[in-house]
């Protein structure tokens, strides 16, 4: 985690993000909306904070949002859950992943995740002295080869940790995939951790919560936040939802992890999770829109891109513009056109970063005016 001079190596969205900061260059690196959420949930936060909400919340999280969490699983998915038993909130969907990898790994053990991956998955199974073990999402579709995850999980592996709707890809994964996973992981012992935190980001093909899928319940942990649902990125309320004593295993490194956060923020989030229906199609409806626009703007700039089914990002291929190295447009992409982007490679490593070294990650959610304007910058490479 450090570099070679021996100082903290930024994540590469804070490096990103500090390139945007310093060339003035549209942000569509690291992502995270640039407007505020609903009005209600804004207040609610507002009113906990002047109505003394400022001190420890219990550790589990306040009672009224861990019911939230189980009325929101019900209302979308069917699930019943006991919110004093099996649900937790965490310091965003971060801390979850990281409590629960920690919890759950020995030095020596295997865990599974697609590839690319959420560069947080890598680095704590390494704190962990766990084996990360990947399985390649194949461009342009970015679907797993499903005999590749059969060969992969083994014996040796403690968890499979899924993503979807899946960052950076925007692939969301369908039933034969998720229920391929539950097979694997019920032969060979293994715990199911699924991220989820752009669940309500899917533009067509629907969020498939694993966890409802048969024989799945029993052995999954799944996690997900209220960052990119209301956007509130920054309040870091995360929660997951578990069978009690996995809910035990994980609280007892998370209580000293963060101990707590967010007092006033919780009970934002809870008011957020119980917004009408139309909030949840709302937000999808006009990410889509923001979508097709970044993806008109970067195929009429000559860039090669990939369809993107939900989150907030599009992958595109810069070789057709002449850059075989995504990493390096992406450091000459200010200069060039006065916009940022992440590099493929962030999310992956060896032998799939070196097949996908011009691909390159574009967020898309950001005002409309934002992304007519970085459209018009691209252009520029055309
Ligand atoms: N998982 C994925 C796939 C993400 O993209 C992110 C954040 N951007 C997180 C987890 C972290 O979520 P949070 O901000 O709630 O910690
Ligand atoms: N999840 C966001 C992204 O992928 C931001 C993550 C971060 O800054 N750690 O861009």
Request: net charge negative.
């Amino acid at each position: 985690l450090l570099g070679a001079d021996g100082s903290v190596r930024p994540t590469i969205f804070a490096e990103m993000s500090a390139l945007a900061a310093r060339t003035g260059a549209i942000n569509l690196g690291q992502g995270f909306p640039d407007e505020d959420g609903p009005a209600a949930v804004l207040d609610a936060a507002v009113a906990a904070i002047r109505a003394g909400e400022n001190q420890y919340p219990p550790g589990m999280g306040i009672a009224d949002l861990r019911l939230a969490v189980a009325e929101h699983q019900k209302r979308f998915y069917g699930l019943d859950l006991d919110p004093d038993r099996e649900v937790l909130i965490t310091a965003g969907a971060t801390e979850a992943i990281a409590a629960t990898l920690l919890a759950l790994l020995e030095p020596g053990d295997e865990v599974v995740t697609f590839e690319p991956y959420y560069d947080e998955y890598g680095a704590v199974i390494a704190l962990a002295g766990g084996v990360h073990r990947t399985v390649p999402l194949e461009p342009p579709a970015f679907r797993p080869d499903l005999d590749r995850l059969r060969e992969t999980v083994t014996d040796r592996t403690r968890a499979i940790l899924v993503n979807t709707p899946h960052n950076p890809t925007g692939t969301v994964l369908d039933r034969e995939t998720l229920t391929t996973v539950v097979e694997l992981a019920e032969r060979h012992d293994a715990v199911i951790i699924t991220d989820s935190v752009y669940e309500h980001l899917t533009f067509g093909p629907e969020h498939i919560p694993l966890e409802s899928l048969p024989g799945a319940r029993e052995r999954t942990i799944a996690i997900s936040s209220g960052g990119k649902t209301f956007n509130t990125t920054g309040w870091k309320v995360g929660w997951l939802t578990a069978p009690p004593e996995l809910v035990t295993a994980v609280l007892a490194v998370k209580q000293f992890l963060t101990y707590v956060n967010g007092a006033p923020f919780q009970p934002a989030i809870a008011a957020g999770l119980r917004l009408p229906d139309a909030y949840f199609t709302g937000i999808a409806d006009a990410l889509a829109h923001k979508r097709d626009v970044l993806s008109a703007g970067l195929s009429a700039a000559g860039f090669g891109v990939f369809p993107s089914d939900g989150t907030y990002f599009v992958v595109a291929d810069a070789a057709p513009l002449g850059f075989p190295e995504g990493v390096e447009l992406c450091r000459r992409l200010p200069e060039l056109a006065g916009v940022v982007a992440v590099p493929l490679g962030a999310f992956s490593r060896g032998e799939y970063a070196a097949r996908t070294a011009s691909l390159v990650r574009f967020a898309f959610c950001k005002r409309m005016e934002v992304l007519e304007e970085a459209a018009r910058r691209l252009a520029a490479l055309a």
